[in-house]
């Protein structure tokens, strides 16, 4: 899959198959439309080609809103995307001036002007152009004139992707993690920078990579202790996160993200890791002294490694 990054210097694609929008999380509902956009793709002898944006629209659109939660950043939606099929993803700079083009202009200038697409398959709700005027009907006026054929993604289809991001955030934020990751199709993947942190867990015999997440409206779990897979130098270890404000450390505040990797000891402050949450062990709790801290973390890798265990034998024949 060739990932372009704007649309300035887009190559003239081979009979592209096209379908447009933000996909956060890429989930079951999502997968169904790549399917879609690759076997059609393939009928015609033409490539498969996604479309999405970044920085997400609602935060041009709506730039005081704090409320968005987005299941994947961008880096992580090209990692979930490059495990399809497709031959190309161009990721478009969402702007104030982007979000002005007419339902006209989006589709003579953007659609036909930098893609020429053979075919589009989009929702039918789906709207586009200054104040969402163009709308699937609109598009399909375009089709002869554009040359190019519009497959509409039925409504309850529609209606079910919507639900299962619904349903996949509400999972998460009640620490439900097999649920969400039953709709999402894969674990929940968290990625971040490794930054410094205080050394406490070094001192308790459980060093931790300190995450530093740079997508700051990516939805993170609840506080509490949860069970993962780490993606380190190009290998895949096992190991538990903490998230949460320290409560038994009363000087330290702030939320802090904190992977202990099981056996391992490198040094990868500055590395970007991947995270792949599996399930939540236990909930944030204070302790009397930093002995009964230790000790919990000692059952919390227990826990993690039983949680790991029974999850590694119930997907040996499935591909993740």
């Keep these: 899959m060739k990932v372009y990054r704007g649309i300035e210097t887009l190559p003239k694609f081979k009979k592209p198959v096209i379908t447009i929008g933000s996909f956060d999380g890429l989930h079951l509902g999502h997968q169904k439309i790549l399917e879609k956009v690759i076997s059609e793709a393939q009928k015609i002898d033409g490539e498969s080609l996604i479309i999405t944006f970044d920085p997400h629209p609602r935060k041009i659109i709506y730039p005081k809103d704090t409320s968005l939660q987005l299941l994947s ?54 709207r586009f152009g200054l104040n969402r005027k163009g709308d699937i009907n609109f598009l399909k006026w375009y089709q002869t004139k554009g040359d190019f054929e519009v497959i509409e993604i039925p409504e309850q289809e529609i209606e079910q992707i919507t639900i299962s ?28 920078k490794v930054v410094k942190g205080e050394r406490i867990g070094h001192t308790l015999g459980f060093p931790t990579a300190n995450l530093s997440i740079a997508e700051k409206s990516k939805l993170i779990p609840s506080f509490g202790i949860y069970a993962v897979y780490v993606y380190v130098q190009d290998q895949k270890l096992e190991g538990m996160m903490y998230i949460g404000d320290r409560p038994t450390l009363e000087k330290i505040n702030g939320r802090t993200i904190e992977i202990n990797i099981f056996n391992f000891d490198n040094d990868i402050y500055g590395e970007t890791i991947s995270i792949e949450v599996l399930a939540f062990v236990r909930e944030d709790i204070k302790f009397e002294n930093l002995n009964q801290l230790k000790d919990q973390l000692f059952k919390d890798k227990v826990a993690s490694l039983s949680f790991l265990e029974e999850y590694g034998k119930s997907t040996q024949n499935k591909v993740i």
């Design 73 to 126: 950043s961008i880096d992580e939606k090209i990692k979930l995307f490059s495990k399809y099929a497709l031959d190309h993803l161009v990721i478009v700079e969402f702007s104030v001036a982007f979000s002005q083009l007419s339902a006209d202009e989006y589709i003579e200038k953007f659609l036909i002007g930098k893609f020429n697409p053979a075919k589009i398959i989009i929702g039918y709700d789906h």
């Design 165 to 192: 991001s619904t349903k996949i955030r509400k999972a998460i934020n009640e620490k439900n993690i097999t649920k969400a990751n039953t709709l999402l199709g894969y674990p929940y993947p968290i990625m971040g």
